[in-house]
């Protein structure tokens, strides 16, 4: 059975460091890798999404990685601000059989 | 365009009571999913739809029935509620991609605002 972790479950840095967030799963036979985030007592809001052929996705200050050999992907973002404060979590597919990791709660200090 | 919305955003059931959660997505995805979010657990996918009238069943679906009556409605239903279901429900709608491999291709996700249920 596919298990998605996220480590750490929480995370506390400065304002204006770059910072990696890390998603590992045991079945590298995924469609795809989602990046979602969280804010508290909101929905989820979609941030990247890697189809399974590639390796990485990117967004503004957001670069997702794919490593689906190892099992890992990784969520970077670059120059940390305040409003970055939320939970991310990411979700390995296909559609029917999504798993979501529990996610890391992300805090930047002002 | 409002998304995909929930309704209702609160409810306070007792044990055995039945009610239905009601999603509306307005962006003609085919596909809608509920799901559930439990501390400690994480989001777990309850029941999907891959479009009009057709439903399946998900992780976690006993104790839940669904609808998809019309394209952009989804219907979550608990016939007799129990402590256990106690939860925050996600609605989420994502377009229709084919994955050519007779899997549902994993597509950008869209989700409500969430209803937070406590059963009594």
């Known amino acids: 059975k596919q298990e998605v972790t996220q480590i750490p479950a929480a995370l506390s840095v400065p304002e204006g460091e770059n910072l990696v967030l890390n998603c590992s799963f045991t079945d590298s036979a995924i469609y795809n890798l989602q990046w979602f985030r969280q804010d508290p007592g909101k929905g989820l809001t979609s941030l990247l999404l890697?189809?399974?052929?590639?390796r990485e996705q990117t967004s503004g200050r957001l670069n997702a990685s794919l490593d689906k050999s190892s099992g890992r992907s990784t969520l970077y973002i670059a120059a940390s601000q305040p409003g970055d404060s939320a939970t991310y979590l990411c979700a390995v597919g296909p559609d029917d059989k999504i798993i979501f990791g529990k996610g890391t709660r992300l805090h930047i200090l002002p | 365009n409002a998304g995909v919305t929930q309704t209702p955003k609160f409810r306070v059931l007792k044990t055995g009571q039945s009610m239905t959660l009601l999603c509306a997505q307005d962006?003609?995805?085919?596909?809608m999913y509920w799901y559930r979010q439990d501390p400690g657990m994480g989001l777990r996918l309850i029941h999907y739809?891959?479009?009009?009238?057709?439903?399946a069943k998900g992780e976690v679906p006993d104790g839940y029935n669904v609808s998809r009556l019309k394209k952009q409605n989804f219907l979550l239903g608990l016939e007799s509620a129990a402590p256990s279901q106690t939860s925050v429900y996600f609605c989420?709608?994502?377009?229709?991609?084919?994955?050519?491999?007779?899997?549902?291709?994993?597509?950008?996700?869209?989700f409500g605002p969430g209803t937070r249920l406590t059963v009594l």
């Open positions: 739809s891959v479009g009009e009238g057709t439903t």
């Open positions: 890697i189809q399974s052929s590639q």
């Open positions: 989420a709608s994502s377009y229709l991609v084919g994955s050519g491999l007779g899997r549902l291709s994993y597509n950008e996700q869209f």
């Open positions: 962006m003609n995805h085919e596909y």
